[in-house]
C-alpha cells in the first residue's frame, strides 16, 4: 500500500526538544566522577579511571528520547486498509525508562491500541512513540498519558487506549524494598473513554492468551 506523508505542526507539548544548556561532555564526566566519590570510592583506581566515560556515553543511549519528537514518528500514515476500521492493538511493547525522582530503571511492557478513522499508521511507528517517551526521565502516569495524547492529536483516531505495567526499581531497590510488584496504569480518549464496553474489549485483548 502508499504511504501517505501528512504535513503537520506537532504540538508543542509534544516536542520537547534537547535543553539548549545542555555541559559538554567534560563537565559531565566530571560530575561522574564527583559521584563516584560520593559513593566513598576513588575514581582514580583501575576499575574506575574509564567509569566517567562509559557513564556518559551510556546516558546519551538511555535518554536518547530527548533528541527525537514522537509526533514526527507518526506523520506517515497508509489510507489503503480496504475498509478496515476495527481495533488495531500494539501489544507486549517492552520498555526500559527511568524514574525522575531517583533515576533508577522503569521496566515494564507497553500495551497501545487505536480505533483507525481512515488511515493507519506503521505498527513499528508505534513502538517507537512508546521508546521516545521512555528514553526521558519519567513517571509512569505521566508517560501513559503522552503516548495516548501524541497518537490521538497526531493521527486524530476514533479513540486511543494505552496501558503500562512496570516494576520500579525506586521501590525493589531502595525505599520500601518490594521487588517484583508492578503498577498499572491506563488511560483512554475518544470512543474508548465514552463506551465502558471498548475499554473492556482493549483489556481482554491486552489479557488474552495469558491464562
Not at 179 to 195: A, C, M, Q, R
Request: glycine share 8%; charged share 25%.
Amino acid at each position: 500500500m502508499d504511504a501517505v506523508i501528512k504535513k503537520f505542526m506537532p504540538p508543542s507539548a509534544y516536542m520537547e526538544k534537547p535543553v539548549t544548556d545542555r555541559p559538554t561532555e567534560a563537565e559531565a564526566e566530571a560530575a561522574v566522577r564527583t559521584l563516584l566519590r560520593w559513593t566513598g570510592d576513588n575514581p582514580n583506581r583501575e576499575g574506575l579511571v574509564d567509569t566517567p566515560k562509559r557513564v556518559v556515553k551510556a546516558y546519551r543511549e538511555m535518554f536518547g528520547g530527548y533528541d527525537k519528537c514522537p509526533a514526527e514518528e507518526l506523520g506517515r500514515t497508509f489510507e489503503e486498509v480496504a475498509g478496515y476500521d476495527d481495533l488495531v492493538l500494539v501489544k507486549d511493547i517492552t520498555f526500559h525508562s527511568h524514574c525522575e525522582h531517583h533515576m533508577v530503571p522503569i521496566i515494564g511492557k507497553a500495551h497501545v491500541g487505536y480505533l483507525p478513522d481512515g488511515k493507519v499508521v506503521g505498527l513499528s511507528k508505534i513502538a517507537r512513540v512508546v521508546d521516545i517517551f521512555a528514553q526521558r526521565l519519567q513517571t509512569q502516569e505521566a508517560m501513559t498519558a503522552q503516548i495516548a495524547g501524541v497518537i490521538q492529536d497526531v493521527l486524530n483516531p476514533r479513540g486511543v487506549a494505552v496501558m503500562l505495567e512496570a516494576e520500579h526499581m525506586c521501590m525493589a531497590m531502595r525505599g520500601i524494598r518490594k521487588e517484583g510488584s508492578t503498577t498499572l496504569t491506563s488511560t483512554f480518549t475518544g470512543v474508548f473513554k465514552d463506551t465502558p464496553e471498548e475499554q473492556v474489549r482493549f483489556v481482554t485483548m491486552v489479557r488474552g492468551g495469558r491464562g
